[in-house]
């Protein structure tokens, strides 16, 4: 066999098929199969696995000649061992049953236990409670720390704890000595150094305690909550407990885990001992970790000042469970009873919540203690009102409601306690309590209110209003009050009767407030309440009492925020935009938003709630809804600009188009077209947008198209026309030429669909005029890709639509794919790629569908080609010359391959026109033959096809032309195939 | 290459009483080979009485008096003299808790002026070159539960008010003040709390702080003279700041271990105690008021 045999060029003759005698039912054979094709390989590496596991107790991931394929092995161990399918497969039981199983079988847990997690649902963590002090607590005054465990500071003379000089040290003083003149004091803390202050004593405790030095630990722990005396900025105290009661937290962890692991406990039967298992009786614990227990509260008895003293003991209150399970009750008592001795009511409120706090963790049932510690605090309500603690304050500069908002944290979470399931009777027993003893407190009452179910709340709202009402004006800020009733109402709903006048009476007080901010936190609250159970009538009054509020002195500017709530609570309940959108207040309310991103979130917001929530609701003709959307929609759409980022773009696009989908005429098509109009002029500058209106057009002419059964009449004919006109106008101000693409041709095939031909030719000449200025790389899935592959499918389709496009009469034969060829010959190709060669290959295909008498599709009432010309032999000559040249390009192609040694490339794209030419071309001319002929020798010469699976395209490709030549008038693929058995042996 | 020497006595609180066995071991732990000349063994209980510094004058005159007073001794010779192999060496050993004849075995108790003390001294004697070594160990010494008195509550109400007072110098200043209250007992088990409540009717001036202080009475001497001194043990605080009027602030307190023992009484020492109450003003005024307190095991 000759290696250089010149490719001769030769003339391409197209093929010419009979379609209906070929058009026959061609089906593979069916087979059955028992079994997932994937599941048996995959179950047999698991199952290998586990045996392997079981037997050895290896747990190695390489598995034995047992495993079928490598391939399978690592696929598995990819998944971990399982792939999802089989590990369904393997479960007994599919999630839904087993679920359902769970529901009817009881939970195998005492009942205490269930029990107590159902508490645990009511009571808010304190975890979730504590950033929010953090955040709400803050100071700009300066702090200061004593200790002697930090280093910086100035140092501080301590005097002699005892007057007693003695010789010998006493072990007992040890505790409340510092570390002889190193106790330093630092002043002047901003609160940020001070938190980080804290945080280091923090660490320092921990290191120390990891160093066995645990006298010190203790002393950390001891100094810490001697800070907590100290409120001298009073307004951070609650953040200041937040940060120690951590620090306390994690010293009662360590010296609970020290002695459960150090206590050398022997399971019943064996001989080495082990740490205490995690649920532990005191009857296991050993003497000595008694011991060791008892000591540590020995110690801790021997803090000479109180407030250290309680704080340590509730700390390390857990490590009692070593000693006795039954003194938790006792012991919570005794320390609720001790804190009576603390006479700062602010101090003892918190240490009230942190021995509740404690106790929760410990106990489980018992509750009395809560109870004693929040009655305690009644008890001692008007040391809150005592001169010395108005002194204080004056000394300070806060006034007294500000100071008794710092109760709230630590009375909430006491009164949560003690409200949690608790029946409603206890509801009235503490009210009658507080009203005995404090004289209506606002403070209590907002407790009360936040802390009980809201439905007992709801069940006594009016009752409620009086005593909030009642409440005098100094101390506890009424306002809140308001605000917290409105919150239990939010939740649970009064009696239907009761509303109306709950509504009047509240807002008789709240609207009469003064302070633009007290009155937007309550109205924040409120209109979720008017908006649940009252007609648009209310809310809208509603809404306006809002807008008087807030418009003397701009002081909307100020709460942003909450009227951003209010428009939320208002959407989020208004099932039914007409009514909104009827109120006249609503759209005055959005004036109020005068920062341009504020704004816009809050249209944002609103079209989101449109789009979103309503997605069952019917397509609005509404003209109001539609008229306020789209000023709405117009206020996102102006707050795009150069410096938008494309987020917020794509989001702002997508709600306006939702917008523009959701707009529905009906029948009214001219109202239609022109809404889109109006549209397209609204919204100039998103990109998505006009896609949308493109798309939304083009849906509209089908539509027609559909309701006049393809015979349009002059009017319909002329509206489809000006819908293409409209689209091709509006397509250009589209950036992203893709899009442009896409869309060119849709609405090319939708003009054709129309029978509007002229329309047709302007957007695919469009089309084809864009081709070149298409970028190198689009992004694919966020990563940048090149874009031949979407160019070639691109071009496929638009090919496609060519075959049934039929030839304008002032333009030559073929005139569009001509344009095509000429563009394709231009564009910038990577010159190694066979990215041409393919299109060009695609193009055989559709010029030889096109040399056919009758096309296989057409569209209803568009002639194309195949009638203009049926088949006239000057036509089917054109297109065979077209086929040449193109057959030519092709060829140099493959020789420019075979000089730049891409014989790979070569290869395959030579068997590709083999299949061509043999398909598509006659073969009855010779010349056809001798070209498949050369070709199938040029892709199996280099051998670079890899040689398995050239062995299998071989014998299938031959396979194929033997089947070929098995049909009348096949000889002459018999004679093809005998000459390439002959090349190939 | 260190030796250590240690004692360890079986019960993990080391408190013993009278009659019982102490039992343990002595642990020897050495990187190499030990040569010795014998271990012994002693356990030893001693009173000690000390000189106050103002007493010593008169104390000059008795001196024989502040002599200690040995309530037990016995000694043991554990081991004799060889070698001891590297490593870990337990050596087990047990003494019978007996007192010393004509004497008591009393508490222990740490004190200032007076000090009760039980030890077991392990010496390991070496040849001239090397060091002797010597660990001691303590041990508690409690009564036993049959042979002492029981405490028997005994409720004490007080009331403080400015005529109540003593010792005022000027009764034109005090401010006018009630504070009430009760001890559960002024005769306690040392094991248990002191317990009790005080509630502040009203007060004049702010209130700083409210404490309890435990206070020893220890009395040294015999027929012809004796020393009598009060000292601190501690000093709890039960009221912070100005502590509400009208609420029953608990009184409670834990008596320190070794610190305290029961009420002892002997012909040459006496060890008592007293609980005061004070109440500290603002102005750093105070008052005080004292209860004498006895204390017992059981």
């Known amino acids: 066999m000759s290696t250089s045999k010149p490719l001769s060029l030769c003339e391409w003759s197209c093929q010419i098929y009979d379609y209906p005698a070929n058009r026959q039912k061609r089906q593979l054979s069916w087979e059955e199969v028992s079994d997932h094709p994937l599941k048996p390989l995959v179950v047999t590496v698991i199952e290998s696995r586990v045996t392997r596991r079981t037997l050895g107790g290896s747990t190695t991931s390489s598995t034995g000649s047992s495993t079928p394929t490598p391939t399978l092995e690592s696929l598995a161990a990819a998944l971990e061992g399982t792939d999802p399918l089989t590990h369904f497969a393997r479960q007994e039981m599919d999630p839904l049953s087993k679920m359902a199983a769970d529901m009817w079988e009881p939970v195998p847990t005492d009942q205490r236990k269930s029990k107590d997690a159902l508490l645990d649902d009511v009571i808010e963590p304190w975890a979730t409670r504590k950033s929010a002090i953090l955040n709400k607590f803050t100071?700009?005054?300066?702090?200061?720390?004593?200790?002697?465990?930090?280093?910086?500071?100035?140092?501080?003379?301590?005097?002699?704890?005892?007057?007693?000089?003695?010789?010998?040290?006493?072990?007992?003083?040890?505790?409340?000595?510092?570390?002889?003149?190193?106790?330093?004091?630092?002043?002047?803390?901003?609160?940020?150094?001070?938190?980080?202050?804290?945080?280091?004593?923090?660490?320092?405790?921990?290191?120390?305690?990891?160093?066995?030095?645990?006298?010190?630990?203790?002393?950390?722990?001891?100094?810490?909550?001697?800070?907590?005396?100290?409120?001298?900025?009073?307004?951070?105290?609650?953040?200041?407990?937040?940060?120690?009661?951590?620090?306390?937290d994690i010293f009662g962890k360590l010296v609970y885990d020290r002695l459960r692991t150090k206590a050398e406990y022997y399971i019943p039967g064996s001989k080495t001992p082990t740490s205490l298992p995690e649920s532990f009786t005191p009857d296991m614990v050993p003497e000595s970790a008694k011991e060791t227990c008892r000591n540590w509260f020995y110690k801790i008895a021997s803090i000479r000042e109180l407030v250290p003293r309680l704080y340590v003991e509730m700390a390390i209150l857990k490590s009692y469970s070593f000693l006795t399970s039954s003194e938790f009750s006792q012991a919570l008592l005794r320390l609720t009873r001790m804190i009576r001795g603390i006479g700062d009511p602010l101090v003892a409120v918190y240490a009230h919540c942190y021995l509740c706090r404690v106790g929760m963790a410990v106990t489980t049932g018992d509750r009395e203690y809560i109870k004693e510690n929040f009655y305690d605090f009644v008890a001692s309500y008007n040391q809150l009102f005592s001169p010395s603690v108005r002194a204080e304050l004056n000394r300070q500069k806060v006034d007294l409601s500000t100071y008794l908002t710092l109760y709230t944290p630590a009375l909430d979470w006491i009164l949560q306690g003690v409200a949690a399931n608790a029946p409603e009777k206890l509801l009235v027993e503490i009210l009658t309590r507080c009203k005995e003893k404090c004289n209506n407190s606002a403070l209590l009452l907002n407790t009360i209110m936040a802390a009980f179910k809201p439905s007992y709340i709801a069940a006594r709202a009016l009752q409620f209003i009086e005593m909030v009402s009642a409440c005098d004006e100094e101390g506890f800020p009424q306002y809140l009050l308001f605000r917290t009733l409105g919150l239990c109402l939010a939740l649970a709903d009064p009696p239907a009767e009761h509303r109306l006048q709950i509504l009047n009476d509240v807002w008789r007080v709240v609207s009469r407030l003064t302070d633009a901010g007290h009155y937007v936190s309550c109205a924040e609250v409120w209109i979720q309440f008017a908006v649940r159970h009252f007609s648009s009538r209310e809310v809208n009054t509603f809404l306006g009492d809002i807008i008087r509020h807030m418009t003397p002195e701009r002081a909307y500017e100020h709460h942003y925020p909450q009227l951003q709530a209010v428009v939320n609570k208002v959407l989020t309940h208004t099932r039914d935009f007409e009514s909104l959108f009827t109120m006249d207040k609503f759209l005055p309310l959005l004036d109020l938003f005068q920062k341009e991103s504020i704004k816009v979130e809050v249209c944002k917001s609103i079209m989101d709630a449109f789009t979103h929530n309503n997605v069952q609701q019917e397509p609005t003709n509404d003209p109001v809804i539609i008229n306020a959307l789209m000023f709405i929609c117009r206020v996102m759409h102006d707050s795009v600009n150069a410096l938008t980022v494309d987020d917020e773009k794509r989001q702002i696009g997508n709600l306006i188009s939702g917008f523009?989908?959701?707009?529905?005429?009906?029948?009214?098509?001219?109202?239609?077209?022109?809404?889109?109009?109006?549209?397209?002029?609204?919204?100039?500058?998103?990109?998505?947008?006009?896609?949308?209106?493109?798309?939304?057009?083009?849906?509209?002419?089908?539509?027609?198209?559909?309701?006049?059964?393809?015979?349009?009449?002059?009017?319909?004919?002329?509206?489809?026309?000006?819908?293409?006109?409209?689209?091709?106008?509006?397509?250009?101000?589209?950036?992203?030429?893709?899009?442009?693409?896409?869309?060119?041709?849709?609405?090319?095939?939708?003009?054709?669909?129309?029978?509007?031909?002229?329309?047709?030719?302007?957007?695919?000449?469009?089309?084809?005029?864009?081709?070149?200025?298409?970028?190198?790389?689009?992004?694919?899935?966020?990563?940048?890709?090149s874009s031949e592959p979407y160019l070639i499918s691109y071009l496929c389709h638009f090919l496609s639509t060519l075959l049934v496009v039929p030839d304008s009469p002032e333009q030559g034969v073929l005139y569009l794919t001509r344009g095509l060829l000429n563009v394709l010959q231009q564009y910038a190709w990577e010159p190694t790629s066979n990215a041409r060669c393919v299109v060009y290959l695609h193009v055989l295909d559709m010029l030889s569908a096109a040399a056919q008498e009758t096309y296989l599709y057409h569209i209803e009432k568009v002639d194309s080609n195949d009638i203009l010309y049926g088949s006239d032999p000057k036509f089917i000559s054109e297109i065979n010359k077209m086929c040449s040249v193109l057959l030519e390009e092709i060829l140099s192609h493959l020789k420019y391959l075979n000089t730049n040694e891409q014989f790979q490339k070569q290869a395959s794209l030579a068997m590709d026109l083999f299949a061509r030419v043999v398909i598509r071309g006659d073969l009855k001319e010779p010349s056809m033959t001798t070209l498949a002929i050369n070709l199938w020798n040029l892709a199996h010469r280099h051998g670079h096809i890899d040689p398995k699976l050239s062995c299998v395209e071989k014998a299938r490709t031959l396979e194929y032309l033997k089947k070929k030549s098995m049909q009348p008038g096949g000889n002459l693929y018999a004679d093809l195939v005998k000459k390439l058995h002959m090349q190939t042996s | 290459m260190a030796i250590n020497l240690?004692?360890?006595?079986?019960?993990?609180?080391?408190?013993?009483?009278?009659?019982?066995?102490?039992?343990?071991?002595?642990?020897?732990?050495?990187?190499?080979?030990?040569?010795?000349?014998?271990?012994?063994?002693?356990?030893?209980?001693?009173?000690?009485?000390?000189?106050?510094?103002?007493?010593?004058?008169?104390?000059?005159?008795?001196?024989?008096?502040?002599?200690?007073?040995?309530?037990?001794?016995?000694?043991?010779?554990?081991?004799?003299?060889?070698?001891?192999?590297?490593?870990?060496?337990?050596?087990?050993?047990?003494?019978?808790?007996?007192?010393?004849?004509?004497?008591?075995?009393?508490?222990?108790?740490?004190?200032?002026?007076?000090?009760?003390?039980?030890?077991?001294?392990?010496?390991?004697?070496?040849?001239?070159?090397?060091?002797?070594?010597?660990?001691?160990?303590?041990?508690?010494?409690?009564?036993?539960?049959?042979?002492?008195?029981?405490?028997?509550?005994?409720?004490?109400?007080?009331?403080?008010?400015?005529?109540?007072?003593?010792?005022?110098?000027?009764?034109?200043?005090?401010?006018?003040?009630?504070?009430?209250?009760?001890l559960d007992s002024t005769m306690c088990c040392v094991t248990k709390p002191f317990t009790g409540?005080?509630?502040?009717?009203?007060?004049?001036?702010?209130?700083?702080?409210?404490?309890?202080?435990?206070?020893?009475?220890?009395?040294?001497?015999?027929?012809?003279?004796?020393?009598?001194?009060?000292?601190?043990?501690?000093?709890?605080?039960?009221?912070?700041?100005?502590?509400?009027?009208?609420?029953?602030?608990?009184?409670?307190?834990?008596?320190?271990?070794?610190?305290?023992c029961p009420t002892l009484s002997t012909s040459n020492f006496k060890v008592e105690f007293e609980v005061n109450i004070v109440v500290i003003f603002q102005d750093d005024h105070l008052i005080t008021e004292n209860f004498p307190v006895v204390l017992t095991r059981y």
């Open chain 2, 6 to 182: 240690d004692i360890r006595v079986k019960k993990a609180n080391k408190v013993y009483h009278e009659g019982e066995k102490i039992t343990g071991v002595i642990l020897v732990h050495s990187g190499s080979d030990v040569k010795h000349d014998g271990i012994s063994l002693t356990m030893e209980g001693t009173v000690n009485l000390q000189l106050s510094a103002k007493n010593v004058g008169i104390f000059e005159a008795f001196y024989n008096s502040v002599k200690p007073i040995q309530l037990v001794s016995c000694t043991l010779d554990v081991a004799s003299p060889g070698k001891i192999p590297a490593g870990k060496t337990e050596i087990p050993f047990e003494f019978p808790l007996t007192p010393r004849p004509n004497r008591t075995l009393y508490e222990t108790y740490h004190g200032v002026f007076v000090n009760i003390q039980y030890l077991l001294r392990c010496e390991m004697k070496r040849n001239f070159l090397a060091k002797d070594l010597l660990k001691v160990a303590e041990f508690i010494v409690e009564y036993k539960a049959s042979s002492y008195e029981k405490a028997v509550p005994h409720p004490v109400n007080f009331s403080i008010t400015p005529e109540s007072l003593h010792n005022v110098k000027d009764k034109g200043r005090i401010p006018r003040f009630l504070v009430t209250g009760h």
């Open chain 1, 660 to 785: 523009v989908k959701k707009v529905d005429y009906g029948r009214d098509f001219e109202q239609q077209l022109s809404f889109y109009v109006e549209a397209r002029s609204a919204f100039p500058n998103l990109d998505s947008v006009h896609a949308q209106l493109v798309q939304s057009v083009n849906r509209l002419s089908v539509e027609t198209r559909r309701i006049v059964k393809g015979h349009h009449t002059r009017k319909t004919a002329a509206f489809v026309r000006a819908c293409a006109a409209y689209c091709y106008i509006t397509i250009p101000s589209i950036t992203s030429v893709q899009t442009r693409l896409e869309l060119y041709l849709l609405s090319g095939e939708v003009a054709l669909l129309n029978q509007c031909l002229g329309q047709v030719d302007a957007c695919l000449k469009a089309a084809l005029s864009l081709v070149p200025g298409l970028p190198r790389t689009i992004e694919v899935d966020g990563k940048q890709r």
């Open chain 2, 197 to 260: 409540e005080l509630i502040v009717e009203h007060c004049e001036v702010p209130i700083k702080s409210v404490e309890l202080q435990l206070v020893r009475v220890e009395t040294c001497g015999c027929a012809e003279g004796y020393a009598r001194d009060a000292t601190e043990i501690q000093n709890i605080q039960i009221g912070e700041g100005n502590v509400p009027c009208g609420m029953a602030i608990p009184i409670y307190m834990i008596f320190p271990r070794l610190f305290t």
């Open chain 1, 139 to 248: 100071t700009s005054e300066k702090l200061s720390i004593v200790t002697s465990f930090l280093s910086g500071g100035e140092k501080v003379v301590v005097k002699a704890q005892s007057s007693v000089v003695d010789k010998v040290k006493n072990r007992l003083e040890q505790l409340d000595d510092f570390e002889e003149g190193s106790v330093r004091q630092m002043m002047d803390l901003t609160q940020q150094e001070y938190m980080h202050r804290i945080e280091q004593l923090n660490q320092e405790l921990v290191q120390a305690w990891n160093h066995d030095q645990r006298v010190k630990a203790l002393k950390i722990a001891i100094q810490c909550s001697k800070l907590l005396v100290d409120t001298s900025v009073i307004q951070f105290y609650p953040s200041k407990f937040v940060l120690i009661t951590d620090i306390l």
